[in-house]
């Protein structure tokens, strides 16, 4: 017979239709985070290619930080086409002679992605997030030096204040929290606000 994730198409509700358990995120808010992101990005006013990365970070983040806040996971099959997806359409700017540097976008993807994997080390910070470090230095470095580091440390500062809200709400103390959707959220939040 047909499975729940087999030939037949999920119910809409969310819920398996044989058990009624909750079958991934509430049923539209995927949607709803998507048409957020993409809103917040059209009032920045960016355009062409570098407005291409941004919505295209944006639409990889959403399902990256559903599943990170799911299940503390950011899965390569979501991560590599959110670096690749991202450096590709940056390359497309710089061919289009979009303002920002292509070369300051490069250099950043490995200054982010060394320092990501540098705080792996001692501190157990997942290698999704540092699989997912070069999309973010990518779109922080096209416009500036001052982008990277306003990006990565908003990311950081978001995701304390949560870890913090957290603690406060009684949340065992050695408990993961999810660093992907901040480092998202950061880095998209000071691209639009300076692209």
């Known amino acids: 017979g047909n499975d729940i994730l087999g030939s037949r198409l999920l119910p809409p509700s969310g819920r398996c239709p044989k058990c009624r358990a909750r079958i991934g995120p509430p ?41 990170d806040l799911a299940v503390q996971r950011l899965p390569d099959v979501l991560t590599v086409p959110a670096c690749a997806g991202t450096l590709l359409l940056l390359t497309g700017a710089a061919l289009a002679g979009e303002p920002g540097g292509f070369g300051r976008a490069a250099a950043a993807t490995l200054v982010v992605t060394a320092a990501f994997l540098l705080l792996s080390l001692p501190s157990g910070m997942g290698l999704g997030d540092v ?5 973010i230095g990518a779109l922080l470095g096209w ?27 009684g949340r065992n103390r050695r408990a993961q929290v999810a660093f992907g959707p901040f480092m998202i959220i950061g880095a998209l939040a000071v691209s639009v606000a300076t692209g």
């Open 27 to 67: 049923a539209g808010s995927v949607e709803l985070m998507a048409a957020a992101a993409f809103t917040g990005i059209a009032l920045g006013g960016a355009s062409g290619w570098l407005a291409a990365a941004q919505y295209w970070l944006a639409a990889c983040g959403v399902a990256l930080a559903m599943i």
């Open 131 to 135: 699989k997912l470090a070069p999309a």
């Open 143 to 169: 416009n500036s030096w001052q982008n990277v580091l306003w990006g990565t440390t908003a990311g950081f500062f978001a995701g304390l204040v949560f870890a913090g809200v957290l603690l406060t709400a």
